[in-house]
């Protein structure tokens, strides 16, 4: 498979762009964690996915499943920028009547492979995806990105555990550690620890990468792709508010209602890329 970073990079640049439009026409929403996941995003839809946007239920198609559903707005601007609907939907984001509600729905929004948002379900649906397709001897892949947060749940570690029973490493998990959940520092409510070594001991094949890295990303799933009887772990270090240096340092950039200097600040970003990628940027 060829990789071509410079295309990788520009779909970055999109992706955080439009999720930040998308985001402040909203006037309100899930910053911090759509932003830290966008490089995860790009490189997996950009480079590594087989997908067809024009047939969304694909059966051969790889599976993605956001078990973090608030991280929905960096999926959605993914998925416009695929072609699955045109950009100007999102706008609607979270609006009555929209087909992209705040945590993604598989019955309202194509390319969404499964509903999710209420956090600890996403990895085990993600378990039953790839299970069913190893029982089916298809040769697609799960990929499921798991907020470090959302590994307080109990049901989390179940669903991993089972996934390494059977060997399922046609899954891959990706942790977004990005060291911040509703209600502060992870390591402040309950420790999580060393991820690494936590997927280590429930069987998984684990890798650490730098998740501001599009080439740390990418060699870590083809790495992870060479494995035959484990499933996958890639722990994302990461930012929340990623990408844009003034809410990477905002304290609550989980979700924010901007106040003056907030939107001021997110604008700026907005102008900057959409300058960048050659965008006419309406304010």
Not at 193 to 209: C, Q, S
Not at 217 to 233: C, N, R, V
């Amino acid at each position: 498979m060829k990789f071509n970073l410079q295309k990788i990079e520009a779909f970055r640049d999109e992706i955080r762009y439009l999720t930040l439009k998308e985001l402040y026409n909203l006037g309100f929403g899930h910053y911090g964690g759509s932003l830290s996941i966008i490089e995860t995003l790009a490189v997996l839809y950009g480079e590594v996915m087989k997908v067809d946007p024009k047939n969304p239920s694909w059966q051969e198609r790889d599976y993605f499943i956001l078990s973090k559903g608030h991280g929905g707005p960096g999926l959605y601007a993914t998925l416009a920028l695929k072609g699955y609907f045109p950009e100007e939907v999102l706008y609607t984001l979270n609006q009555n009547g929209t087909t992209l509600p705040s945590h993604p729905d598989r019955n309202l929004t194509p390319g969404i492979d499964m509903t999710t948002g209420s956090l600890g379900q996403g990895i085990s649906a993600a378990v039953g995806v790839a299970l069913s397709h190893k029982l089916s001897e298809m040769d697609n892949y799960t990929y499921c990105i798991v907020g470090d947060g959302e590994l307080n749940e109990g049901q989390c570690w179940e669903a991993l555990q089972f996934a390494a029973h059977h060997k399922l490493n046609n899954l891959f998990v990706f942790v977004d550690d990005n060291k911040k959940q509703l209600d502060g520092l992870t390591k402040d409510i309950i420790d999580p620890f060393d991820f690494v070594e936590k997927f280590k001991a429930f069987g998984f094949y684990t890798l650490k990468a730098d998740g501001k890295s599009i080439e740390q990303i990418y060699a870590s799933i083809m790495k992870g792709k060479l494995q035959s009887d484990k499933p996958i772990a890639i722990i994302l270090d990461t930012v929340k508010g990623q990408g844009v240096k003034y809410l990477e340092e905002k304290a609550d950039n989980h979700h924010i209602r901007p106040n003056q200097a907030d939107e001021e600040a997110i604008l700026g970003a907005i102008t900057e890329l959409g300058n960048k990628l050659g965008r006419v940027v309406n304010s």
